[in-house]
């Protein structure tokens, strides 16, 4: 079977090799649940009250609050610092984020300020104005793919906008939108228990709208927003690594950074 639903801010497909209609519900409830604890653009999400809150406060996560910021520092350690969710103020300013808050008078921490005083209790040790728009998505579908397989589901696949998971005895084969003609697809072949997610700024000129790939180094505003050509493509165990990681080759500019060993992923650039 398969079902769609609009979630994340774009349309999430679950498709089934069971008809299954109660497991697809709760793989998607789960989605929404991702959805509804780490939407920026939601003022009273949990990730909203630790940009009000954590560094004034010490706040109680829901467990998958604290399992995705622990992963978030994870990959921030070991890309660096180049995979940072701490630039949610970049993009508010930027006019791609909803400004919820005035953080203006502060000096901003980032996601690597974070201190976990016990397994869901945190404390920021700055300001801090997180998006997760980075790795939720690719959270949101492991978390999918986690559901359907707690209900008995042995094989199917999970796709939100791109970032696509596959699992059991399935194999799907993935396209990629053509960096030069965003309308094309290439095939790149297929996938069977694993992960894909993409980066590009395939429609950015269209809409005339600054880059979202944020430089965290960045001093001079001129540098804070990457434009590239091409796409940037992570394969990886699960979407969660797929999706992060594909901020780092692309503000890295390359398909071998150290920390795609360290995740057990590959990357694939598509030139435009």
């Not at 801010?9 to 649940?33: M, P, R, W």
């Not at 978030?72 to 984020?97: D, K, P, T």
């Not at 998505?137 to 707690?150: P, R, Y």
């Amino acid at each position: 079977m398969q079902r769609c639903q609009a979630l994340l801010g774009t349309y999430v497909e679950i498709s089934t090799d069971q008809d299954n209609s109660q497991a697809v519900d709760k793989a998607f409830a789960a989605v929404k649940q991702v959805q509804d604890l780490m939407g920026f653009h939601h003022p009273f999400s949990e990730l909203s009250q630790i940009n009000r809150w954590a560094h004034q406060v010490s706040l109680e996560l829901h467990p998958w609050t604290a399992q995705i910021l622990k992963l978030a520092q994870e990959i921030h350690e070991q890309s660096n610092g180049l995979f940072n969710c701490g630039i949610g103020y970049r993009l508010v300013a930027a006019g791609l984020l909803p400004r919820h808050i005035n953080l203006s008078r502060h000096k901003l921490g980032g996601i690597e300020d974070i201190t976990f005083l016990d397994s869901q209790l945190i404390r920021s040790t700055k300001p801090i104005c997180l998006d997760l728009g980075g790795i939720a998505k690719g959270f949101a579908v492991d978390k999918a793919v986690e559901s359907l397989i707690s209900s008995g589901v042995e094989s199917g696949c999970v796709n939100a906008g791109g970032d696509l998971r596959v699992f059991g005895k399935t194999s799907r084969s993935v396209q990629i939108r053509n960096p030069s003609l965003p309308s094309q697809l290439i095939d790149i072949g297929s996938l069977q228990n694993g992960a894909i997610a993409t980066s590009g700024l395939y429609f950015t000129n269209r809409d005339q709208q600054q880059s979202h790939i944020i430089n965290p180094f960045a001093q001079d505003e001129s540098e804070v927003h990457i434009n590239f050509s091409g796409s940037y493509s992570i394969v990886a165990k699960e979407c969660v690594y797929a999706d992060a990681l594909t901020k780092v080759v692309a503000l890295s500019q390359t398909t071998d950074h150290p920390c795609l060993n360290y995740f057990s992923a590959q990357a694939i650039r598509i030139a435009a």
